[in-house]
């Protein structure tokens, strides 16, 4: 048998470790809800759609937010910053599919 087994400190650090994840996926959607009416007003919203371990959130802005050509100033100026403000942990926040390579055919 390889490795070793887990300890209840082992257990006890995981139970931790979830209630922290629950804890910041609150903090998280409580603070995208207060950015959400601003979004809203213009057309749009913002969906959340989770944090990676580096503490990079990932949210889709949809509706007028689509074809609006200030939409990547509202992520990073207006969600990013705010995010990074209230919730401590949160490195950056990228839209849906940004990190997807985009294939290009001549």
Known sequence: MT????TVDDQA????DGD???DLDARLRETIEAIRPAVQADGGD?????IDDRG????????ACVSCPASTLTLKAG???ILKDRV???TSV??????DETVVSL
């Open 88 to 90: 401590p942990g949160v």
């Open 20 to 22: 922290t994840q629950t």
């Open 94 to 99: 990228i839209g849906l599919g940004e990190n």
């Open 79 to 81: 969600v990013e910053r």
């Open 56 to 63: 990079v959130v990932t949210v889709e802005l949809v509706g």
């Open 3 to 6: 490795g070793r087994m887990a």
């Open 46 to 50: 913002i969906i959340f759609h989770g």
């Open 13 to 16: 650090t995981a139970e931790r």
